[in-house]
């Protein structure tokens, strides 16, 4: 079968056409600290968490892949533990609870203020069985290091490729 430049082409336009994959719910659940340097937390260290919270959240739905939904109102639930990082299931239910469908998990392991490690796991909210888990570690307790090792975490773990989390 001999191939014209127009039915090159129609493989090429039919995907073009395809409808475009719908965005998985997310909830980006706030990011803790483990402090084990004995150095106790900061007003700057729960500011960093918080950058940090917000920096996965806007990463996530930049890409279009992932639709963030308020972690609002389970704040008060989570709060009253045990901690997600420590509870898997209680982040997933958070998740189901909220109508999303993959629950993100973030700790910050602080060794001491030069050795830091960023950990992330990502939930099924239906199953709270593990999609993906990864980690950074970043040198610096500053908000420069966290948010690089975030933005690192984002381009080249969490949303490496169209398998990424999925």
Same mark, same amino acid.
């Given at each position: ?51 940090? !919270? ?6 996530? @739905? +930049? *890409? #279009? ?6 972690? &609002?109102?389970? /704040? ?40 830091? !490690? ?6 099924? @909210? +239906? *199953? #709270? ?6 980690? &950074?570690?970043? /040198? ?27």
């Amino acid at each position: 079968m001999r191939l014209t430049r127009r039915t090159a082409w129609l493989p090429l336009l039919l995907s073009a056409a395809a409808p475009a994959r719908a965005a998985t719910t997310i909830l980006v659940l706030d990011p803790e600290l483990r402090d084990t340097s004995g150095e106790g937390e900061t007003p700057a260290q729960q500011r960093r968490l918080a950058m940090i !919270g917000e920096q996965l959240r806007k990463g996530l @739905a +930049a *890409s #279009g892949r992932y639709s963030p939904v308020d972690p &609002a109102p389970q /704040r008060a639930r989570l709060a009253a533990g045990p901690a997600p990082g420590t509870c898997p299931s209680c982040a997933a239910e958070a998740a189901a609870a909220l109508g999303a469908q993959l629950a993100l998990v973030t700790v910050v392991h602080k060794v001491s203020n030069l050795i830091l !490690g960023i950990h992330i796991v990502m939930l099924d @909210a +239906a *199953s #709270g069985e593990a999609r993906g888990a990864w980690q &950074a570690d970043i /040198r610096g307790n500053t908000d420069e290091s966290w948010r690089h090792g975030i933005a690192w975490l984002l381009r080249h773990r969490l949303l490496a490729g169209p398998e990424a989390g999925h």
